[in-house]
């Protein structure tokens, strides 16, 4: 079985899980990755850009553990977030922006087609 694994320049459904959301506990957001780095044992650096946030702060490297990775998702902890938060990460779907944006993407494009050009 091949482990979830994130790849440059591709979309992923992001969800931030933190006591700072409030009474929702999580922020999602697409996400696009830049760069990925690993740093040595479960611990890599994520560069992105964090699709949700205001225009001008939406390029963000984060510096992540690995908590779980399987072959649908990854579950990453900030290093350098107080309070602790959570990253679970995914595979984008059309199904996942309809549930979290009401975005809804023609059946004709594909989801990653559709973010680059509407992002």
């Given amino acids: 079985m091949d482990k979830f694994t994130l790849e440059p320049r591709r979309w992923y459904a992001s969800e931030l899980i933190g006591e700072e959301f409030g009474s929702e506990i999580r922020s999602c957001?697409?996400?696009r990755v830049d760069?990925?780095?690993p740093k040595g044992g479960r611990r890599f650096s994520l560069a992105f850009y964090h699709a949700s946030y205001p225009a001008g702060v939406r390029a963000k490297v984060y510096d992540l553990q690995t908590l779980e990775r399987n072959s649908r998702f990854m579950l990453v902890r900030s290093a350098s977030h107080?309070?602790?938060?959570?990253?679970?990460?995914h595979t984008i779907t059309s199904g996942w922006l309809r549930l979290n944006f009401g975005v809804a993407i023609p059946e004709t494009d594909d989801v990653q087609t559709w973010l680059a050009r509407n992002a």
Avoid: C, D, E, W
Wanted: glycine share 0%; net charge positive; proline share 14%.
């Fill in 29 to 31: 957001s697409p996400i």
């Fill in 35 to 37: 760069q990925v780095t």
């Fill in 82 to 89: 107080r309070p602790v938060r959570l990253m679970l990460i």
